[in-house]
């Protein structure tokens, strides 16, 4: 394995650990990351919960979700990932998760817009995809490639997407930046529902989010994140 290679392997594993100690995955939910060397192709865990993650986990799979490297069980939500890439060439990063922050606003369908600036990451208004919609009773689980693609048709050019009565998707230009998004949106949803029950939230404007997202795409404040999440790793 090249140095680059490993580093980048290093670097997923790091962003489980941390989506796992930020309590935005826990047992269940993933990170993966796109292939810098072949777009069509991406780095996601065997079936294993973020919070344990090694190197060693790390497989590679092609856009229709197939395995191309290792010989573990993957994640049967794996499609998840595999139809996002396909469908976003701007994507870098995917994490599906269930923060528990988020479920609410995945179940009650109240709107799940920013309210402090950083919630801005999120997009003005995630749309919600209901799997009954098309595929009527089903596990909540997304697990072929033809939910996933409706899923991702649903995700559209957003930066999130709730699952109704199972989660949320949110997605970035790089795994630190997708990291960011999940985080701001579990912290968003904590907001909003406390606002809710002491008022009236205010919002964001269009403009205020377009503004607020703009600024923390990517560059210092990110990596200023990251360094800050790693450190409570210990
Ligand atoms: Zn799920």
Same mark, same amino acid.
């Given at each position: =394995?090249?140095?680059?290679?490993?580093?980048?392997?290093?670097?997923?594993?790091?962003?489980?650990?941390v989506l796992a100690n930020e309590g935005v995955l826990d047992a269940f939910g993933? /990170?993966?990351?796109?292939?810098?060397?072949?777009?069509?192709?991406? +780095?996601?865990?065997?079936?294993?919960?973020?919070?344990?993650?090694?190197?060693?986990?790390?497989?590679?799979?092609?856009?229709?979700?197939?395995?191309?490297?290792?010989?573990?069980?993957?994640?049967?939500?794996?499609?998840?990932?595999?139809?996002? +890439?396909?469908?976003?060439?701007?994507?870098?990063?995917?994490?599906?998760?269930?923060?528990?922050?988020?479920?609410?606003?995945?179940?009650? +369908? /109240?709107?799940?817009?920013?309210?402090?600036?950083?919630?801005?990451?999120?997009?003005?208004?995630?749309?919600?995809?209901?799997?009954?919609?098309? +595929?009527?009773?089903?596990?909540?689980?997304?697990?072929?490639?033809? =939910?996933?693609?409706?899923?991702?048709?649903?995700?559209?050019?957003?930066?999130?997407?709730?699952?109704?009565?199972?989660?949320?998707?949110?997605?970035?230009?790089?795994?630190?930046?997708?990291?960011? /998004?999940?985080?701001?949106?579990?912290?968003?949803?904590?907001?909003?529902?406390?606002?809710?029950?002491?008022?009236?939230?205010?919002?964001?404007?269009?403009?205020?989010v377009a503004a607020a997202a703009a600024k923390h795409d990517g560059g210092a404040?990110?990596?200023?994140?990251?360094?800050?999440?790693?450190?409570?790793?210990?």
């Amino acid at each position: =394995m090249t140095t680059i290679r490993a580093e980048m392997i290093a670097e997923l594993v790091t962003a489980n650990r941390v989506l796992a100690n930020e309590g935005v995955l826990d047992a269940f939910g993933h /990170v993966s990351l796109r292939d810098p060397d072949d777009p069509n192709a991406f +780095f996601l865990s065997r079936s294993r919960s973020p919070g344990q993650v090694s190197a060693e986990d790390i497989m590679r799979f092609d856009l229709n979700g197939e395995v191309l490297d290792g010989n573990q069980k993957p994640y049967l939500e794996r499609v998840i990932h595999a139809a996002v +890439f396909a469908a976003r060439p701007d994507v870098t990063s995917v994490v599906h998760h269930h923060a528990e922050t988020v479920l609410p606003f995945a179940t009650a +369908f /109240v709107p799940l817009r920013p309210v402090f600036h950083l919630g801005a990451l999120g997009g003005l208004r995630p749309p919600v995809w209901d799997s009954a919609d098309e +595929f009527g009773d089903t596990s909540l689980l997304v697990s072929d490639m033809e =939910m996933a693609r409706s899923l991702a048709r649903c995700l559209g050019d957003k930066p999130t997407c709730l699952l109704a009565r199972h989660g949320a998707l949110c997605v970035g230009s790089s795994l630190r930046q997708a990291t960011f /998004v999940s985080v701001c949106m579990r912290d968003n949803a904590k907001v909003l529902a406390q606002a809710l029950q002491i008022g009236t939230p205010s919002y964001l404007s269009e403009g205020e989010v377009a503004a607020a997202a703009a600024k923390h795409d990517g560059g210092a404040p990110v990596d200023r994140a990251w360094e800050y999440w790693v450190s409570r790793l210990d």
